[in-house]
Protein backbone atom coordinates (compact mmCIF):
# COMPACT_ATOMS: atom_id res chain seq x y z
CA UNK A 1 0.00 0.00 0.00
CA UNK A 2 1.64 3.03 -1.09
CA UNK A 3 0.71 6.83 -2.15
CA UNK A 4 -2.28 7.31 0.19
CA UNK A 5 -3.71 10.73 1.11
CA UNK A 6 -5.52 11.42 4.50
CA UNK A 7 -7.28 15.04 4.50
CA UNK A 8 -7.40 15.90 7.95
CA UNK A 9 -10.82 17.02 9.45
CA UNK A 10 -9.24 19.48 11.93
CA UNK A 11 -8.75 22.25 9.27
CA UNK A 12 -12.15 21.58 7.54
CA UNK A 13 -15.61 24.25 8.31
CA UNK A 14 -17.44 22.69 10.85
CA UNK A 15 -20.46 24.46 10.09
CA UNK A 16 -20.42 22.83 6.64
CA UNK A 17 -19.24 19.26 8.11
CA UNK A 18 -21.73 17.14 5.31
CA UNK A 19 -20.16 19.26 3.15
CA UNK A 20 -16.56 18.87 3.46
CA UNK A 21 -17.47 15.34 4.20
CA UNK A 22 -18.84 14.69 0.65
CA UNK A 23 -16.08 16.38 -1.00
CA UNK A 24 -13.88 14.04 0.74
CA UNK A 25 -15.63 11.60 -0.51
CA UNK A 26 -15.91 12.65 -4.28
CA UNK A 27 -11.90 13.28 -4.53
CA UNK A 28 -8.95 11.01 -5.03
CA UNK A 29 -8.41 10.89 -1.13
CA UNK A 30 -8.29 7.46 0.21
CA UNK A 31 -8.68 7.73 4.30
CA UNK A 32 -10.60 10.44 6.72
CA UNK A 33 -7.55 11.64 9.25
CA UNK A 34 -9.46 12.70 12.46
CA UNK A 35 -7.61 14.26 15.21
CA UNK A 36 -9.37 14.05 18.66
CA UNK A 37 -7.21 16.26 21.14
CA UNK A 38 -7.61 16.65 24.89
CA UNK A 39 -6.21 20.16 25.97
CA UNK A 40 -4.21 18.06 28.24
CA UNK A 41 -1.34 15.80 25.90
CA UNK A 42 -1.56 18.86 23.79
CA UNK A 43 -2.47 22.59 24.29
CA UNK A 44 -5.67 22.67 22.32
CA UNK A 45 -8.82 20.46 22.17
CA UNK A 46 -10.40 19.89 18.99
CA UNK A 47 -13.35 17.48 19.41
CA UNK A 48 -15.15 14.48 20.61
CA UNK A 49 -17.46 11.48 20.02
CA UNK A 50 -20.59 13.26 18.51
CA UNK A 51 -18.62 15.21 15.73
CA UNK A 52 -16.84 11.73 14.90
CA UNK A 53 -20.32 10.44 14.94
CA UNK A 54 -21.31 13.32 12.76
CA UNK A 55 -18.47 12.37 10.19
CA UNK A 56 -18.67 8.78 10.06
CA UNK A 57 -22.96 8.96 9.06
CA UNK A 58 -21.23 11.16 6.43
CA UNK A 59 -17.93 9.29 5.03
CA UNK A 60 -17.23 6.98 2.82
CA UNK A 61 -13.84 5.84 3.11
CA UNK A 62 -11.88 4.56 6.26
CA UNK A 63 -11.63 6.70 9.43
CA UNK A 64 -8.10 7.20 10.20
CA UNK A 65 -7.96 8.41 13.95
CA UNK A 66 -5.60 10.14 15.96
CA UNK A 67 -5.67 10.03 19.68
CA UNK A 68 -3.82 13.27 20.92
CA UNK A 69 -5.21 12.31 24.63
CA UNK A 70 -3.27 11.05 27.68
CA UNK A 71 -4.52 7.65 28.82
CA UNK A 72 -5.87 6.53 25.95
CA UNK A 73 -6.39 3.15 26.99
CA UNK A 74 -10.13 4.32 28.32
CA UNK A 75 -11.52 5.06 25.32
CA UNK A 76 -10.55 2.31 22.70
CA UNK A 77 -14.06 0.22 22.60
CA UNK A 78 -15.24 3.77 22.50
CA UNK A 79 -13.32 3.98 19.00
CA UNK A 80 -14.36 1.18 17.50
CA UNK A 81 -17.98 1.34 17.92
CA UNK A 82 -17.63 4.70 15.96
CA UNK A 83 -15.67 2.83 13.27
CA UNK A 84 -11.81 3.82 13.33
CA UNK A 85 -10.55 1.55 11.12
CA UNK A 86 -6.93 2.71 12.16
CA UNK A 87 -6.50 4.15 15.79
CA UNK A 88 -3.40 5.69 16.51
CA UNK A 89 -1.79 6.56 20.04
CA UNK A 90 0.94 8.61 21.19
CA UNK A 91 4.14 6.52 21.93
CA UNK A 92 4.70 9.54 24.84
CA UNK A 93 0.97 8.97 26.05
CA UNK A 94 0.98 5.24 26.65
CA UNK A 95 2.68 3.52 30.10
CA UNK A 96 2.21 -0.15 28.63
CA UNK A 97 2.49 0.39 24.63
CA UNK A 98 2.32 -2.91 24.07
CA UNK A 99 -0.84 -3.71 25.61
CA UNK A 100 -2.48 -0.72 24.15
CA UNK A 101 -1.92 -2.10 20.77
CA UNK A 102 -2.82 -5.48 21.52
CA UNK A 103 -5.97 -4.04 22.75
CA UNK A 104 -6.63 -1.91 19.38
CA UNK A 105 -6.49 -5.09 17.35
CA UNK A 106 -8.64 -6.94 19.80
CA UNK A 107 -11.03 -4.61 19.11
CA UNK A 108 -11.12 -4.85 15.64
CA UNK A 109 -9.08 -1.87 14.46
CA UNK A 110 -5.59 -1.64 12.96
CA UNK A 111 -2.84 -0.04 15.58
CA UNK A 112 -0.96 2.92 14.84
CA UNK A 113 1.83 4.64 17.35
CA UNK A 114 2.74 8.46 16.72
CA UNK A 115 5.89 9.66 17.30
CA UNK A 116 6.55 13.50 18.66
CA UNK A 117 9.26 15.29 16.74
CA UNK A 118 11.46 14.86 19.76
CA UNK A 119 11.09 11.26 19.86
CA UNK A 120 13.69 8.87 17.90
CA UNK A 121 12.80 6.50 15.85
CA UNK A 122 14.64 3.71 17.87
CA UNK A 123 12.17 4.03 20.45
CA UNK A 124 9.97 1.59 18.31
CA UNK A 125 12.40 -0.86 17.76
CA UNK A 126 11.36 -3.77 20.15
CA UNK A 127 7.52 -3.50 19.29
CA UNK A 128 7.73 -2.46 15.50
CA UNK A 129 6.57 -5.95 14.40
CA UNK A 130 3.31 -5.61 16.40
CA UNK A 131 2.87 -2.17 14.62
CA UNK A 132 0.51 -1.92 11.95
CA UNK A 133 0.87 2.08 11.17
CA UNK A 134 3.30 4.88 12.28
CA UNK A 135 2.31 8.48 12.56
CA UNK A 136 5.58 10.46 12.22
CA UNK A 137 4.55 14.35 13.31
CA UNK A 138 6.56 16.37 11.11
CA UNK A 139 5.04 19.43 13.82
CA UNK A 140 4.54 19.60 17.26
CA UNK A 141 1.28 18.35 17.34
CA UNK A 142 -2.06 20.16 18.91
CA UNK A 143 -2.78 22.97 15.95
CA UNK A 144 -2.94 22.88 11.87
CA UNK A 145 -1.16 25.05 9.76
CA UNK A 146 1.93 24.85 11.09
CA UNK A 147 5.32 24.82 9.49
CA UNK A 148 7.17 20.98 8.48
CA UNK A 149 9.90 20.28 10.28
CA UNK A 150 12.93 19.01 8.02
CA UNK A 151 14.48 16.32 10.27
CA UNK A 152 11.10 14.51 9.77
CA UNK A 153 12.90 12.91 6.02
CA UNK A 154 15.84 11.84 8.64
CA UNK A 155 13.23 10.42 10.61
CA UNK A 156 11.51 8.64 7.59
CA UNK A 157 14.71 7.45 6.06
CA UNK A 158 15.45 5.64 9.51
CA UNK A 159 11.60 4.16 9.95
CA UNK A 160 11.95 2.72 6.52
CA UNK A 161 15.15 0.92 7.39
CA UNK A 162 14.09 -0.27 11.01
CA UNK A 163 10.86 -1.56 9.27
CA UNK A 164 13.13 -3.44 6.85
CA UNK A 165 14.91 -4.68 9.28
CA UNK A 166 12.64 -6.01 11.48
CA UNK A 167 10.49 -7.25 7.74
CA UNK A 168 7.13 -5.03 9.72
CA UNK A 169 4.27 -4.58 7.70
CA UNK A 170 4.50 -0.55 9.30
CA UNK A 171 3.18 1.98 7.27
CA UNK A 172 4.82 5.02 7.71
CA UNK A 173 2.27 8.36 7.38
CA UNK A 174 3.67 12.18 8.05
CA UNK A 175 1.87 14.33 9.76
CA UNK A 176 1.84 17.81 9.99
CA UNK A 177 2.80 21.05 7.41
CA UNK A 178 2.77 18.51 3.98
CA UNK A 179 1.95 20.22 1.08
CA UNK A 180 3.03 19.66 -2.73
CA UNK A 181 6.36 21.19 -1.38
CA UNK A 182 7.41 18.24 0.05
CA UNK A 183 5.29 15.24 -1.21
CA UNK A 184 7.12 13.84 -3.82
CA UNK A 185 10.61 14.09 -1.44
CA UNK A 186 8.53 12.07 1.55
CA UNK A 187 7.19 9.50 -0.46
CA UNK A 188 10.56 9.18 -2.53
CA UNK A 189 11.83 8.27 1.20
CA UNK A 190 9.27 5.47 2.09
CA UNK A 191 6.00 8.13 3.51
CA UNK A 192 2.92 5.32 2.23
CA UNK A 193 0.56 7.79 3.42
CA UNK A 194 0.59 11.73 4.19
CA UNK A 195 -1.87 13.61 6.12
CA UNK A 196 -2.83 17.16 4.67
CA UNK A 197 -4.80 20.13 6.54
CA UNK A 198 -4.66 23.39 5.47
CA UNK A 199 -3.12 21.99 2.16
CA UNK A 200 -6.42 21.00 1.37
CA UNK A 201 -8.71 23.26 2.78
CA UNK A 202 -7.13 26.42 2.83
CA UNK A 203 -7.05 25.80 -1.09
CA UNK A 204 -9.47 27.37 -3.32
CA UNK A 205 -10.05 23.83 -5.00
CA UNK A 206 -9.71 21.57 -1.95
CA UNK A 207 -10.61 18.30 -4.79
CA UNK A 208 -8.13 19.42 -6.74
CA UNK A 209 -5.51 19.70 -4.24
CA UNK A 210 -5.83 16.36 -3.48
CA UNK A 211 -5.47 15.16 -6.75
CA UNK A 212 -2.47 17.07 -6.97
CA UNK A 213 -0.79 15.34 -3.81
CA UNK A 214 -2.06 12.38 -5.15
CA UNK A 215 -0.38 12.19 -8.34
CA UNK A 216 2.95 13.29 -7.07
C1 LIG B 1 -1.63 18.25 14.16
C2 LIG B 1 -2.58 17.22 13.58
C3 LIG B 1 -2.57 17.20 12.12
C4 LIG B 1 -3.04 18.48 11.46
C5 LIG B 1 -2.36 18.60 10.13
O1 LIG B 1 -1.56 18.11 15.52
O2 LIG B 1 -2.23 15.93 14.04
O3 LIG B 1 -3.28 16.08 11.60
O4 LIG B 1 -4.44 18.52 11.29
O5 LIG B 1 -2.67 19.83 9.59
P1 LIG B 1 -1.70 20.58 8.56
O6 LIG B 1 -1.61 19.71 7.35
O7 LIG B 1 -2.40 21.87 8.33
O8 LIG B 1 -0.37 20.75 9.26
ZN1 LIG C 1 -3.13 14.13 12.98
Redesign the pocket.
Known amino acids: MHNLIAP?I??ADFGNLERDCEMINQSKADWF?I?I?DGVF?PNISFGMPVLKSINSYAKKPLDV?L?ITDPDRYIKNFADLNAKILTVHFEACIHLHRTIQEIKINGMKAGVALNPHTPVSVLEPIISDINLVCL?S????????KFIKNTYNKTKELKRLIQTKKSNALIEI????SNKNAKKLFDLGANIL?????VFKSEDPKSAISNLKSI
Open positions: SLSHDMVHMMVNPGFGGQDGGVVAGNF
